[in-house]
């Protein structure tokens, strides 16, 4: 049982470039979210999906879109890389509404944009 | 919308002290409270919930919280720390009253130090 996991764990982006962070999770958990942390910021939420087919925007969603065709994978995608989007990225997934139970959290990736 | 305050960045403490990460969260009728910890280059980890029932709830390493509804408080406390409980804490809460349990809202985290 790999929990979930997220890969790249490092990456270095140009200013206008995209990217697709990809996150995956084995525990068949309808419930799956994307985080940015800053330093002394906390975790924001970015997006949310609730089931396959169905996302949600949370706090911070602009410059980020995602998709959820099946139940294992939630990636994010970066159209247009900006130095403000430099951060740590991570994912979570829960078996229920993540707000009512535990939210099981991947490594990270860490993102920078020069 | 709900807001959480971890008033301390920092706490530095000694091994086998006590500490005390305080959590403060805006007022509402109906939260459900989780205590996190990230430890270096890691993902962050439920600590412990308060979901209902007791307002003392024990989590895991020794911690255990009170849930205060008249303060709007969840403070985090451990009798006695060890080095390996240096880590960064985090409060989140979640508002069932405005429909919010699908997601969390977190504070900004208090950094523990354990010296010897």
């Known amino acids: 049982n790999a929990g979930v996991t997220q890969t790249p764990k490092f990456r270095i982006l140009k200013i206008g470039q995209s990217m697709t962070l990809q996150c995956a999770q084995d525990m068949n958990h309808n419930y799956m979210y994307w985080y940015r942390q800053d330093p002394g910021m906390g975790l924001k939420l970015i997006y949310y999906s609730v089931g396959a087919g169905i996302t949600d925007k949370g706090e911070v969603p602009n410059g980020y879109n995602v998709s959820r065709s099946t139940t294992e994978d939630f990636p994010l995608r970066l159209e247009l890389a900006a130095p403000s989007q430099t951060s740590v990225y991570f994912c979570a997934s829960s078996s229920v509404a993540g707000g009512t139970d535990t939210q099981y959290f991947g490594p990270g990736t860490r993102l920078t944009v020069l | 919308a709900q807001s959480v305050t971890q008033l301390d960045s920092q706490v530095p403490v000694f091994e086998e002290a006590p500490v005390e990460l305080r959590c403060n969260y805006s007022s509402s009728v109906s939260v459900y409270l989780f205590w996190y910890v990230q430890y270096p280059n890691q993902g962050l980890q439920l600590l412990l919930k308060y979901l209902s029932g007791s307002t003392l709830v024990k989590g895991i390493n020794g911690f255990e919280a009170e849930f205060n509804k008249s303060q709007t408080s969840f403070h985090l406390r451990k009798p006695s720390v060890h080095i390996s409980d240096t880590a960064e804490y985090f409060c989140?809460?979640?508002?069932?009253?405005?429909?919010?349990?699908?997601?969390?809202?977190f504070g900004t985290g208090t950094q523990l130090k354990v010296e010897l």
């Open positions: 989140a809460v979640s508002d069932l009253t405005t429909g919010g349990g699908n997601k969390l809202t």
